[in-house]
């Protein structure tokens, strides 16, 4: 069942109109060199470790690896910015990353290269039109994507990631619970039907993975007949319904480590194709098609927030402490309650 509660237009449009990024500036293979050894240093000045997500820039991914510090899906990324001894934590994602990373660790400091790096599924689910739909419906216990704001994991009773979104309403439908979820209607969609879990889902969309198309992805697999499909949880049903593994980004990457096929087309943001080939370093990755007959795309497989994340906005974060995390107190520890359930049913299971 998807929710008739408007998702707020005026957010909607913020990021389909005036509000999409501009395109990062390509640099010079000098510039490049200069920024990667000036960051190294910062890292080490300012006692920082760096957080990435496999969507940003490869550039990024690999100082992030060659630093000690971790390239990994967002459930990951937050137990590694909370269990790790530095004093700040530097993530190059979006924002709700480091919002999280903060959250989980508010003693330490948390920058980012920029504060301006949103994501479709925060945007869509505005707290101001969030609480009366969860206040609308007081039987229901409330779930939300980690792709949320502080404030909308605060009013939830649970925040999952994609990696274990499945187990955790599995958890809770075996409880008797019924459900809110928000905001991504096609993972909802998913995780209804692994579970048969009864939810109301909120009807945001990722405007990376709700541009793959079924029928292109169809007439690709016929182009390479042997080739096994790689689809992130976020695209729309269809596109699912053609995998032959469906995961976060870490659990797709082990699936293309432990799936027999030497072809991969892969439905996801294609900043993950860096990683992803180190771990199957003589397979072909091929990237799902988005277009489709006579249409285009707009994100094009490639998320514009992600995007934001460049080589000079983090050698400038660290070098001025600029774009700090900062957060309420008192929403920061109404937020840390759901995101520790997560953490503890992780551990638990
Ligand atoms: P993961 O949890 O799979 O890393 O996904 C985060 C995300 O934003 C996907 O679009
Ligand atoms: Fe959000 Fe989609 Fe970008 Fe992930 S890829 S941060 S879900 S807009």
């Keep these: 069942m998807i929710s008739d509660f408007p998702t707020s237009p005026s957010a909607l449009a913020r990021y389909v109109d005036g509000y999409w990024p501009a395109a990062p500036v390509l640099l010079k293979e000098s510039e490049r060199l200069v920024l990667r050894e000036r960051i190294r240093a910062l890292l080490v000045r300012e006692k920082a470790v760096l957080v990435a997500h496999y969507y940003v820039d490869p550039e990024i991914q690999s100082l992030a690896q060659e630093t000690h510090g971790c390239v990994a899906d967002s459930l990951e990324m937050a137990r590694f910015g909370r269990d790790h001894g530095a ?26 290269p920029t504060l301006q790096a949103e994501c479709s599924l925060d945007l869509s689910c505005p707290i101001d039109a969030f609480a009366p739909f969860c206040d609308a419906h007081p039987d229901r216990t409330v779930v939300v994507y980690a792709n949320t704001s502080a404030a909308v994991k605060a009013r939830a009773d649970w925040v999952v990631t994609s990696s274990i979104a499945v187990p955790v309403v599995d958890y809770l439908d075996g409880e008797g619970h019924k459900l809110i979820w928000a905001p991504d209607r096609f993972l909802g969609d998913y995780v209804q039907r692994q579970t048969g879990a009864d939810m109301l889902l909120w009807g945001g969309a990722c405007v990376v993975h709700e541009e793959f198309k079924s029928q292109a992805l169809r007439d690709l697999k016929q182009l390479h007949p042997d080739a096994a499909v790689l689809v992130h949880p976020e695209s729309p049903a269809d596109v699912i319904a053609l995998a032959d593994a469906v995961g976060s980004t870490a659990q797709l990457i082990r699936a293309a480590q432990t799936l027999a096929q030497m072809t991969l ?7 993950i194709f860096y990683k992803m080939q180190q771990a199957v370093p003589n397979k072909t990755l091929i990237a799902a098609p988005t277009g489709g007959q006579g249409a285009t795309c707009r994100s094009c497989a490639s998320c514009p927030w992600m995007g934001m994340n460049s080589l000079v906005k983090l050698a400038q974060c660290l070098e001025q402490g600029c774009n700090e995390i900062i957060l309420d107190g008192d929403l920061s520890t109404r937020a840390m309650k759901p995101l520790q359930r997560m953490l503890d049913f992780t551990r638990a299971s």
């Design 87 to 112: 004093n700040t934590l530097i993530v190059a994602g979006v924002r709700f990353m480091g919002e999280t990373a903060k959250i989980l660790s508010p003693g330490k400091r948390v920058l980012m």
């Design 265 to 271: 087309i892969v439905a996801t943001d294609q900043g």
